[in-house]
């Protein structure tokens, strides 16, 4: 029963790290895709507040794209464009697409909301900032085109 244990969760962080196009630090990784049920009924870490990180980090990336992009642009404006794209229709809409579900660590009952793949993203975005940093995560987030991709990176000046 152990061996099947470790067996699926490095299965499943094979399957994040291809996701993600390499690998990064294996306990962020592993927080990133374990669900809250999954988590209590295991004594785990769950993903929601590695998910608060991915959201700010999301936030960041849109609005300095933004802003960068044109530096005139109105507080209403670059709010109104992070709201447009920052949404957890948007992001469930990516995680369907990847089909992250074939990764994370979950109950059923985990799945059964509508926010779950969502989460799960925004928990995979904070986990590579935390372990690679902002321009990891920013290139990440244009890959699967949560954001548009240009040249701009972050720490650029």
């Not at 579900?101 to 059964?112: A, G, M, R, V």
Request: charged share 30%.
């Amino acid at each position: 029963m152990v061996d099947n244990k470790i067996k699926d969760k490095e299965d499943k962080l094979e399957k994040l790290f291809k996701f993600i196009g390499y690998k990064i630090r294996s306990d962020y990784a592993e927080i990133a895709i374990t669900c809250s049920a999954y988590a209590n009924e295991n004594e785990l870490i769950s993903q929601d507040s590695l998910a608060v990180v991915g959201d700010h980090i999301i936030k960041l990336i849109l609005t300095s794209k933004a802003y960068k992009n044109n530096p005139h642009i109105s507080k209403m404006d670059i709010t109104n464009e992070f709201q447009k794209i920052e949404t957890n229709k948007h992001l469930e809409m990516i995680g369907a697409r990847f089909e992250i579900k074939d990764f994370l660590f979950s109950k059923n009952t985990d799945l059964d909301g509508t926010k779950k793949l969502a989460t799960s993203i925004e928990a995979i975005i904070g986990a590579i900032y935390l372990s690679e940093g902002i321009d990891k995560a920013t290139l990440f987030a244009e890959r699967i085109n949560l954001v548009d991709k240009t040249e701009i990176l972050l720490t650029d000046n």
